[in-house]
């Protein structure tokens, strides 16, 4: 069961007394939910089951949502979406810690939410576009051209070089 709250917080001390092999499935449908610091999420949704093992409880998530994010080719806002599937073991003892080091909690309530922020900015793409053929800015006005078309001539752009060549054709002394 989650809270309020926090509804990534689940009460997981039921499970630590059952036989190895119980399970339980812990469903998630959150319209919106900040992830501290700083991570907004929409429409998270999906399924965290925790294991009982002799060596602690096996946590394996499944869930997906949508984040405000920029494009950075048009630079428009829009939702990008996200997917994770993780499986971590939360250890009962030091002889059973994993490398990410989770201890069963002592309170038997198990705080997902800095796992999952995670887990989230992870899969977010280092270069976000908003669809796969998204025509950008127009390196000329600026304008955005998946919403317009820009008549431009095609002008050269001129990165210094040309003086440079200039001065090489003439044959001129470059040295100091």
């Given at each position: 069961?989650?809270?309020?709250?926090?509804?990534?917080?689940l009460?997981?001390?039921?499970?630590?007394h059952?036989?190895?092999?119980?399970y339980?499935?812990?469903p998630?449908?959150?319209?919106?939910?900040?992830?501290?610091?700083d991570?907004?999420?929409?429409?998270?949704?999906?399924?965290?089951?925790?294991?009982?093992?002799?060596?602690?409880?096996?946590?394996?998530?499944?869930?997906?949502?949508v984040t405000?994010?920029?494009c950075?080719?048009?630079?428009?806002?829009?939702?990008?979406?996200?997917?994770?599937?993780?499986?971590?073991?939360?250890?009962f003892?030091?002889?059973?810690?994993?490398?990410?080091?989770l201890?069963?909690?002592?309170?038997?309530?198990?705080?997902?939410?800095?796992?999952?922020?995670?887990?989230?900015?992870?899969?977010?793409?280092?270069?976000p576009?908003?669809?796969?053929?998204?025509?950008?800015?127009?390196?000329?006005?600026?304008?955005?051209?998946?919403?317009?078309?820009?008549?431009?001539?095609?002008e050269?752009?001129?990165?210094?070089?040309?003086?440079?060549?200039?001065?090489?054709?003439?044959g001129?002394?470059?040295?100091?």
């Amino acid at each position: 069961m989650s809270n309020s709250n926090n509804p990534l917080r689940l009460n997981i001390g039921f499970i630590i007394h059952q036989s190895i092999g119980y399970y339980r499935d812990f469903p998630f449908e959150i319209p919106n939910i900040h992830l501290k610091p700083d991570l907004e999420l929409k429409n998270l949704i999906g399924t965290v089951r925790v294991t009982r093992t002799a060596q602690g409880l096996l946590v394996q998530a499944k869930m997906r949502a949508v984040t405000p994010a920029e494009c950075v080719r048009c630079l428009a806002d829009f939702e990008q979406p996200l997917e994770i599937d993780f499986t971590e073991l939360y250890a009962f003892t030091s002889s059973s810690v994993t490398e990410s080091g989770l201890y069963v909690p002592e309170n038997g309530l198990l705080d997902l939410a800095p796992l999952i922020r995670d887990e989230m900015y992870l899969s977010i793409p280092i270069s976000p576009v908003c669809k796969p053929d998204c025509k950008g800015l127009c390196p000329i006005c600026g304008e955005n051209l998946n919403e317009t078309t820009c008549h431009h001539e095609e002008e050269t752009v001129d990165m210094g070089l040309n003086s440079l060549k200039e001065l090489f054709q003439k044959g001129q002394d470059l040295s100091y």
